[in-house]
């Protein structure tokens, strides 16, 4: 999955590609890349982020989800609203990405059940200006599993098809950069749910961090090699997909593994 973040304050790449005929090649290339598909948000979701009202948010995605579909990429919107979600799909969208797992929105669980849509309901505790004011834990690994259960079991309350579902134990979102590493030392337990687990590390924070220099973390931009690691143990655990920013290294990763893999059957 390869991120277009149509924002002006997206932690990595905001500003990037706010215009959408820059955006939309920039989604042609991540494909091109090897992205099976390309995750479309409007939305900063960054530790300490404000909200954008509805309409912002449906100007910056629509015409970019529009133009990526008619060149025939498949596309996931990255929305926490249901109304926004609708006229994605009805743009051309195929997979709903909730980082709220639908808790943000008391729609959205009856938006997918209508429409037929995957949806990727993300582990959420809170928005992103106080997620991190709500990092405690009793046992991490399942603490996360329960709450993720209970955002699956809504979803399938509503009329959502078990496999429309897919879950993420969501990094960096009301965790800890420690917790992030024990949550990725445990993905064989989010496998275990039986649903297609994305992982979604792609330049964030615990990753500088790890690559510190002198000055400080390292750069969001310069931390592509270090998600290609993160690819490669994922894959290993058996992850569905995994969001990234640079989507060559990932696949190529994705690749290594898939042959190794072949190998040891």
Known sequence: MGVVNVTPDSFSDGGQWLDAATAVRHGVALASDGADLVDVGGESTRPGALRIDADEEARRVLPVIEGLAAEGVVVSVDTMRAATARRALEAGASIVNDVSGGRADPEMMALAAETGSPIVLMHWR??????????????????????????????????????????????????????????LAHLDAFVDLGYPLLVAASRKGFLGELLAGDDGPRPAGQRDDATAAVTTLAATAGAWCVRVHDARSSADAVRVVARLHREQR
């Open 126 to 183: 809170e928005h992103s200006a106080s997620m991190q004011r709500h990092t405690h834990y009793d046992d991490l690994v399942a603490d996360i599993r329960a709450e993720l259960g209970v955002q699956v079991e809504a979803a399938l309350a509503a009329g959502v098809a078990a496999d429309r579902i897919i879950v993420d134990p969501g990094l960096g979102f009301s965790k800890t950069g420690e917790q992030n590493w024990t949550v």
